[in-house]
T-cell receptor
């Protein structure tokens, strides 16, 4: 069974540009979560999508947005990039029901560098 | 709000030494508790979990017991190996409709031969 896949692995942008990060959840998982892992700030929750809807949002400005598609894959968009957006962005997925409902499985991440 | 405090690193141990990484939490209700591990250049892997008081999670020789009275979930391993070198994160899921993981800052473990 394939795990959570994220693309691209690395992304280099300049200040003011937009970045789009993609995530495919584990087959059968309906929830997708995005986290930011920035140096010195640890892992911070960004967004939670379930059944195509945004369910919860962390303490990030509106220029961080995303969506979830009918096949449950997800995009994270970061507009007007700032230097401090440089980080590893991790996507996780979980099933809606069952014993694993509260377990989030992570992808390998997208390393975003803003120059 | 919810928070997780874990032992600051880095931690350096010799192979076959005993490992303890302390983790305490603050949460409303009855959270689920997790240990995740991040190997160099990789994402997070679930190491073990516990969903209620006195539950013991275990995997690959690692153990942690959910202690409600001390709000702790300390990670232990009796004999570490070089391959255990990684960053370890303690996390909680409070549920209550939010389903967001709250993480500790991570503890970097280096095991030397």
């Amino acid at each position: 069974e394939a795990g959570v896949t994220q693309s691209p692995t690395h992304l280099i942008k300049t200040r003011g540009q937009q970045a789009t990060l993609r995530c495919s959840p584990i087959s059968g998982h309906t929830s997708v979560y995005w986290y930011q892992q920035a140096l010195g700030l640890g892992l911070q929750f960004l967004l939670w999508y379930d059944e195509g809807e945004e369910r919860n949002r962390g303490n990030f400005p509106p220029r961080f947005s995303g969506r979830q598609f009918p096949n449950y894959s997800s995009e994270l968009n970061v507009n007007a990039l700032e230097l401090e957006d440089s980080a590893l962005y991790l996507c996780a997925s979980s099933p809606r029901e069952g014993r694993a409902k509260n377990i989030q499985y992570f992808g390998a991440g997208t390393r975003l560098s803003v120059l | 709000g919810d928070s997780v405090t874990q032992m600051e690193g880095p931690v350096t141990l010799s192979e076959e030494a005993f490992l303890t990484i302390n983790c305490t939490y603050t949460a409303t209700g009855y959270p689920s508790l997790f240990w995740y591990v991040q190997y160099p250049g990789e994402g997070l892997q679930l190491l073990l979990k516990a969903t209620k008081a006195d539950d013991k999670g275990s995997n690959k020789g690692f153990e942690a017991t959910y202690r409600k009275e001390t709000t702790s979930f300390h990670l232990e391993k009796g004999s570490v190996q070089v391959s255990d070198s990684a960053v370890y994160f303690c996390a909680l899921l409070s549920g209550a409709g939010s389903y967001q993981l709250t993480f500790g800052k991570g503890t970097k473990l280096s095991v030397i031969p």
